[in-house]
């Protein structure tokens, strides 16, 4: 079976630095995502990585190890608009490149 | 219009009701996505077209009818629907769909379906 494990919600002081965990036991295995969600609105693109190491786009940067099964993404210098659902998601190779989301992380930025 | 757009936004349905949720999207991509958002669990995916014909049915009910009749644009029909359907159904398109590797999905804003 297949199963991406994320944790249901954090809460993170703005200014800090957060760092939301997501780990995979999947059959095949061709890239992770990340989405944003913030409530009530579409889940955007953050982030693709398929290679080891971690990839920085401002703000945000996400790590991926395939050995571990396991990624993160980090929020730096957070802000309130940051508070969101983020959510994992890995592609199954051997299923046509399906999409396999986790329940998403809660994050809530407080003042 | 830019983007994935649905319609309704919220819909409110008895269980005998036949009601229809519309997905467009503007992006000239070639595949798109039903996805099912239940409170606290992972998306679903539901169905898949790509290029106007369903290459995935995730083992939907059948009271769930998609229609896709260009590329632009997809259909979920409802018809004797239970309250456990109510949920928020997010459309998404791609510039490939299954298949081609990793596919970056751009969603709609959903539509938040009650079920009474």
């Known amino acids: 079976g297949q199963n991406i494990d994320q944790p249901t919600e954090m809460t993170a002081t703005e200014g800090a630095i957060v760092q939301i965990n997501c780990t995979y036991q999947?059959?095949?295995?061709?890239?992770l995502f990340w989405y944003q969600q913030h409530a009530g609105e579409a889940p955007t693109f953050l982030s693709y990585?398929?290679?080891?190491g971690l990839e920085e786009k401002g703000r945000f940067s996400s790590f991926l190890s395939r050995s571990k099964g396991y990624s993160y993404l980090l929020l730096k210098e957070l802000q309130m608009k940051d508070s969101a659902s983020y959510l994992c998601?890995?592609?199954?190779?051997?299923?046509?490149?399906?999409?396999?989301f986790g329940q998403g992380t809660e994050l809530s930025v407080k003042p | 219009e830019t983007g994935v757009t649905q319609t309704p936004r919220h819909l409110v349905m008895g269980m005998t009701n036949k009601k229809s949720l519309k997905c467009e999207q503007h992006?000239?991509?070639?595949?798109m996505y039903w996805y099912k958002q239940s409170a606290k669990k992972p998306l679903e995916l539901m169905f898949v077209?790509?290029?106007?014909?369903?290459?995935e049915n995730n083992s939907v009910p059948s009271r769930f009818s998609p229609e896709c009749p260009n590329s632009s644009h997809l259909f979920l029909h409802l018809h004797t629907l239970q309250p456990e359907d109510s949920a928020l159904y997010l459309c998404?398109?791609?510039?490939?769909?299954?298949?081609?590797?990793?596919?970056?999905?751009?969603f709609g804003a959903g539509s938040r379906l009650t079920v009474l």
């Open positions: 992006l000239g991509h070639n595949a």
């Open positions: 999947t059959s095949g295995f061709n890239g």
């Open positions: 077209y790509s290029l106007e014909e369903r290459v």
């Open positions: 990585n398929v290679l080891d």
């Open positions: 998404a398109s791609s510039q490939a769909g299954l298949g081609s590797g990793a596919n970056v999905l751009t």
């Open positions: 998601a890995v592609v199954i190779y051997n299923q046509g490149g399906k999409l396999i």
